[in-house]
């Protein structure tokens, strides 16, 4: 044979002289490995292993290879690898850390088809940090719904918030079931709604600045408290100390609520807030454009700070 087609070795531990069968990879890596080791872990392994094993070569039609039986198994040798590392006690092999999110639900499907309960929810838990939620939101939560981890729904709901509220078809949307699907829309709706009592109660702004001077630019004035020239909102829905809010903020401020009943997250302020320094650099006022791009991102943060208070209190109606 070959040494391009010859089954490639692996690495500690999996190349153990002692091993007792070989488990090959979609990807002909072969696996050595302890049978007594995959029993424990999952009872399919353990009613595999209970069958009558081969032991003469000749009377089978199995492959052996240096005397092992040898299994081939339809998982690829990244996805069984990291597996089978799950499995052996952590004197032989330390948890393999995954951080992509494909070879995560790769691993997760293995463990779900070989019944290892256990590495199923560590495997899934693996997928619930950050990095991986902020741009896998949905489908790490259709994946936590099929492993029924309520606490990791609840993560993956409040990171979909980023989401809109009608998402585009994503790959695992398939895992769950309508009523999941309903709880997360309903989550998401009441998040938007909650939020408007921010717009209809603005106690949160003047209580934060309670002189028009803690943020003249909100109010067209320049620090040594001249009027810069910029409209005035007509409506005078907001003031401070009665002074009426330019125009530029006060649409600023509608544009962002209709943004949050979409996606009631602090990207939305932060994206919206960027946009409304950017027209204000556009007007060409020369003391908002000085004044308003620190003011509103600090504006930002109490904004986002308000919005994540409220959302906090929505709860995800979805137990298992
Ligand atoms: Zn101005």
Not at 10 to 35: C, E, G, N, T, Y
Not at 105 to 114: H, I, L, M, S, T
Not at 209 to 224: E, I, K, L, T
């Amino acid at each position: 044979m070959s040494a391009s087609t010859e089954p490639s070795c692996v690495l500690v531990p999996f190349d153990h002289v002692k091993a007792d069968i070989i488990l090959r990879s979609s990807d002909d890596v072969d696996f050595r490995v302890f049978k007594l080791f995959l029993s424990l872990a999952s009872p399919f392994f353990e009613t595999l292993f209970d069958l009558p094993q081969p032991s003469d070569e000749m009377s089978t039609d199995v492959e052996f290879k240096d005397g092992l039986p040898v299994v081939p198994v339809s998982e690829d040798s990244k996805t069984l690898d990291p597996l089978l590392r799950f499995c052996y006690p952590c004197t032989l092999s330390e948890d393999p850390v995954l951080e992509d999110f494909r070879d995560i639900v790769n691993v997760f499907e293995a463990a779900k088809k070989y019944s290892l309960d256990a590495i199923e929810s560590t495997v899934c838990k693996s997928l619930f940090n950050p990095k991986i939620l902020e741009a896998n939101s949905l489908r790490c939560f259709a994946i936590a719904c099929r492993a029924r981890m309520q606490n990791e729904c609840v993560l993956a709901a409040k990171y979909a918030l980023q989401e809109p509220l009608v998402p585009t078809w994503f790959e695992e949307i398939e895992l769950v079931t309508a009523s999941e699907f309903l709880s997360l829309l309903t989550y998401h709706k009441k998040c938007g709604d909650a939020i408007q009592v921010l717009k209809d109660n603005d106690s949160w702004i003047t209580a934060e600045y309670r002189q028009w001077n803690a943020a003249p630019w909100m109010c067209g004035y320049n620090s040594n408290g001249n009027y810069c020239g910029c409209t005035r909102s007509a409506s005078g829905r907001f003031t401070l100390n009665g002074h009426a809010s330019v125009q530029w903020w006060e649409t600023f401020m509608d544009s962002t609520f209709a943004d949050l009943r979409d996606k009631p997250c602090a990207e939305t302020i932060r994206k919206n807030v960027e946009k409304a320094i950017q027209i204000v650099h556009q007007r060409n006022c020369n003391s908002c454009s000085s004044t308003a791009p620190a003011g509103m991102r600090e504006f930002a943060t109490l904004f986002t700070s308000k919005v994540e208070e409220l959302i906090t209190k929505v709860e995800l109606d979805m137990k298992f």
